[in-house]
């Protein structure tokens, strides 16, 4: 048998005996003492509330009456600057196929340039490996996600660390053939559209979006800043505006700040805190997970609910920014150990449960942050430290009485 082997049946070997001593400390005292007693566990536990609300962003859309096949030179979510070239509008659909090769042909340059031995003559083989296995599982994750987009731009990032790599390995590897030969390639192409072409400009710098929904011009700042619970559900109830759409070549949002406008009602809105930040898992994001700041609350004194207004500015590269969103708001959450009902005692006052250490029993001070109907969640002794081994607090893996009679600190089970 190899040491492996050896290796593996002795590890088998100490569990199965671990095992069985456990059991014939259960029957020990059940036959002994009538003691039940079971080993301190981890548990949390989430306070939730499940809305759903409203996206409201400082956007506007980029009209066109131009009549032609709309090629775009920005991506969605990419932050452009003011006086950038986000759109084109070509007469003659060919010229707008040639645009996408001269699109494709720049990111490969700009892949290729990222790539080049310059940008990495210091870089650390094992840490471009590292990060090659990061973005290789990122990308899988997305795609299991349906989440295409972001897988695309995760394989552009997992590229340019592929080619890192390979300059390091040829020692000083560069790529300025390549280069040269793609630029040709777009002086080429440019060259061959023939057509009308109308381009369309960032007004101001901020972030591109190619679709809209008709409500960029009623979910706006100024809607905002005179909301009331009224006006709040006549934007909800507002139908799109449809000239909007059917002129729409894409848009800008100016500011990496959002909002996120909900209802609830005021016995709950008595739970928040206006300042406080708060985790939203967004459901159409694949329960992507941000934190809100909650703003403000806008109330009335004839509604029993009141306007929550939220805020980010986390813009995750495949987030959905759809209007209406179911969200997931976690109110609280509580961490430590989980002690049953039945365990719970008091000893001079203090709350706690009794322990078995060797054969004695030994009394615990217990915190308690959160009760259910069969269990609390009570405090770690070291919260940064889960594993402490405390001699006055309950700790992780102690042994629990939680079941006898005559149980008392020092007593000596037989």
Known sequence: MTQKGILHQILIGGIAIMVIAYMVLQLTLSVGDLVTAETVELASYEDTLDVTGYILRNEKIISSTTQGTISYLADDNEKVYAGMNVVMVYSDSNDALIQKQIIECK???DILKKSSSTAVSTTNIINIENSIHQSLTDSIRKINNNNFTGALYSEDELLILMNRKNALKS?????????????????????????????????????FYSNVDGYESIFTISALNQLSVDSYYNLIASDPSLISINA???KI??????????????????????????????????????????????????????????SSQEMPNDFSFKREQPVKIQLKKYEGLEVPTTALRKKDGKNGVYIIQGNV??????????????????????????????E?????????????KNIYDGKVLK
């Not at 023939?194 to 960032?202: I, L, P, Q, R, W």
């Not at 029993?361 to 405390?390: C, H, M």
């Not at 006055?392 to 006898?404: A, C, N, Q, R």
């Open 107 to 109: 990111r490969k340059i």
């Open 361 to 390: 029993v030994q009394f615990r001070e217990v915190e308690i942050l959160f009760e259910q109907k069969d269990y609390f969640i009570v405090a770690l002794p070291d919260s940064n430290n889960k594993a402490y081994l405390s």
């Open 253 to 310: 949002v100016y500011d990496s700040k959002w909002y996120f406008l909900c209802t609830v009602d005021k016995r709950t809105a008595s739970t928040l805190t206006t300042g406080g930040i708060y985790d939203f898992s967004y459901i159409y994001s694949n329960n992507t997970a941000i934190k809100m700041k909650l703003e403000k609350f806008v109330s009335q004194t004839d509604n029993e609910n009141v306007v929550a207004v939220f």
């Open 171 to 207: 020692q000083g590897e560069n790529y300025e053939l390549q280069i040269s030969a793609l630029n040709n390639e777009v002086s080429r192409l440019e060259n061959s559209i023939k057509g009308n072409k109308t381009t369309f400009y960032a007004d101001k710098s901020g972030y």
């Open 248 to 250: 729409a070549i894409g």
């Open 392 to 404: 006055t607090k309950l700790s992780l893996y102690d042994l629990m009485i939680i079941g006898g």
